[in-house]
């Protein structure tokens, strides 16, 4: 087994954290598309120029396939996950990817033919326990309050959405690289997706470009943050098993609290952090042991 996976997963959750904290940070005042148009914009110089170092494939009918049923779902996935950033602390929205898992469960099970186990059901427990103590200064109010808390909060309700579709699209990419190859993969799949986003733009008459353009060196340090977390996704989960891989990445949700900390002064980090922690348990758990 190549050691360098760990590193290159690790590498893999922070990217992601980080790209999600500068995208709110440097991008948060415009629209929820303008925000990842931004994003997108700014990463597709990197993920061109991928091609001039990926080694030959084979790409089949299976592959095209699921690129084609799989960006439709991404755009819409997306699209939910940067209205979740936008709407809500960081500290409130991303523990919820915790729950795409737990809804892989269900995916599994209709596109896998997989069934949940006990360690699957313990994963449950977990992650529903995690969701209760991110909102647990609410006990106070009722001990339904910090359930109550997570159904008013826009962007936890925008990332439970995002992480539904994304247990979809996990499974769909997933498919594409075994008729592929992991960075040939990455490349096609998020430069399409960049000018599906990017053709979006008539049908935000709202949009202008000049919000983009005018915050070019800030945008391309959210793009290069973007586009490093997609090759270094790609490439570990192909020197190990995915299950693996995926449960170090969810340390994204550790390093995502963190950022709401020391960027945005986020309020009630102790119990934020604590929920977290037991939501990564519960998503490793379902993912390493289901």
Known sequence: ?????????????????????????????????????????????????????????????????CIAA????????????????????????????????????????????????AAGCAGIALIVAGSYLLNLSQASLGPLAPFKAVLKEPGSRYMLFAAFLYSFTSVIG??????SSPLFFSAVYFTLF???????????????MQNIYSRAGRGFAVGICYALMVFSHTMAISMVQAAYMISIKRLSLIFGVLYGAILFKEQKIGERMLGACVMLAGAIVITIFR
């Open 174 to 179: 997933k498919k594409a690289i075994e008729h």
């Open 1 to 65: 087994m190549n050691t360098m996976w760990l590193p290159l997963s690790l590498s893999t959750a922070f990217l992601l954290a980080t790209a999600d904290a500068l995208t709110k940070k440097f991008f948060g005042d415009l629209s929820a598309y303008e925000m990842g148009l931004a994003r997108l914009f700014f990463s597709l110089p990197f993920l061109v120029s991928a091609y001039f170092f990926i080694g030959p494939a084979s790409p089949d009918r299976t592959f095209w396939l």
């Open 70 to 117: 799989g960006l439709p779902l991404e755009a819409a996935a997306f699209f939910s996950y940067m209205k979740a950033l936008k709407a809500s602390p960081l500290s409130l929205s991303l523990p919820f990817l915790a729950f795409s898992p737990l809804f892989m469960i269900v995916t599994g099970r209709i596109v896998l033919g997989e069934r949940i186990g």
């Open 194 to 208: 960049a000018c599906i986003m990017l053709a979006l733009y008539p049908l935000f008459p709202g949009t202008r």
